[in-house]
């Protein structure tokens, strides 16, 4: 759950055009605008569910140890049994959401107390007065485990644990509109035949399309190139916004093997990352539309 978190906030950013733009406005299609509305929102609580269960579950299979502090066992005890636990004052002043461990004396061991473990640390009850015999606090390994476990499970934080179901109500939603998003660009995008090679093609167009509808248009595009007698191939450009990148043959009024970059957002950053795209002889120039 961590990485598909991790990984769903970089493409939430390359949508939005960068980590500062994170809440800016979002185009096109319903499904993909509802989707990366609630990934943006949710990836939050997400990372903070799957951060803690990781540490839960290693202290679970020991691969983190935290080793409990327990206090030194009373030297006197009352020697008296059957007492009621209900009218033992150590037990009704502690909230039982803060229990964690309650451990009875043996039925024939009058000298054995109750131990009682809390959120806030390990005690001894005398079975037979009810007092709270010594104290002992948590350590600090402790307290980060009972913290951690407090930001998961949201036990003792109402108001955080209303957030983290929340945001875990928008995985099933996401998981629908992902499957739309996925089902509506493999309805738009069409099969490409006569594709020419990267290294034959006269003209290269990289495109990048939110909802697939680009790909109709330049399809049509590539079969122009192919009746005028030139090599074309289409490629699908890896970044989320709208794009159109087209590498002009020889006989174009631009320099000989020029790539032209038209990006709505941001086309000065989207040019550096098309530099590590090699084609032979190529050099990268670009302007930016809306």
Not at 149 to 167: C, F, S
Not at 244 to 262: D, G, K
Request: proline letters at 6%; charged letters at 15%; a positive charge.
């Amino acid at each position: 759950m961590l990485i598909l978190a991790l990984s769903g906030a970089v493409l939430v950013a390359r949508r939005t055009g960068g980590w500062r733009r994170w809440f800016a406005r979002l185009r096109g299609p319903l499904a993909g605008r509802l989707h990366t509305e609630i990934a943006r929102m949710a990836v939050f609580g997400l990372v903070l569910s799957a951060s803690t269960a990781i540490w839960m579950s290693a202290e679970t299979f020991d691969v983190v140890s935290v080793e409990p502090v327990s206090p030194q066992m009373p030297a006197q005890l009352s020697g008296l049994k059957g007492m009621p636990i209900a009218d033992m004052e150590a037990f009704r002043s502690i909230p039982a959401i803060e229990l964690r461990e309650l451990s009875f004396p043996a039925a024939d061991d009058p000298h054995e107390p109750f131990t009682l473990v809390t959120n806030q640390g390990t005690g001894y009850v005398d079975a037979g007065t009810g007092t709270l015999l010594i104290w002992q606090d948590l350590s600090f390994l402790e307290k980060l485990s009972e913290t951690i476990y407090m930001l998961h499970t949201g036990q003792g934080a109402a108001i955080l644990g209303l957030l983290l179901g929340v945001m875990a109500l928008g995985v099933p939603v996401m998981a629908v509109t992902g499957v739309f998003i996925w089902l509506a660009g493999r309805r738009v995008r069409p099969r490409l035949k006569d594709n020419a090679p990267a290294w034959q093609a006269q003209s290269v167009i990289l495109v990048g399309s939110e909802g697939g509808s680009t790909w109709g248009l330049l399809r049509r595009w590539q079969l122009l190139y192919a009746v005028r007698g030139r090599g074309c191939m289409l490629f699908q450009c890896p970044i989320l916004n709208p794009c159109v990148i087209v590498v002009p043959s020889a006989s174009s009024s631009l320099r000989p093997r020029t790539v032209m970059v038209m990006h709505r957002r941001q086309p000065g950053a989207f040019l550096k990352s098309c530099k590590r795209w090699r084609f032979p002889q190529c050099t990268v120039g670009g302007a930016g539309f809306r």
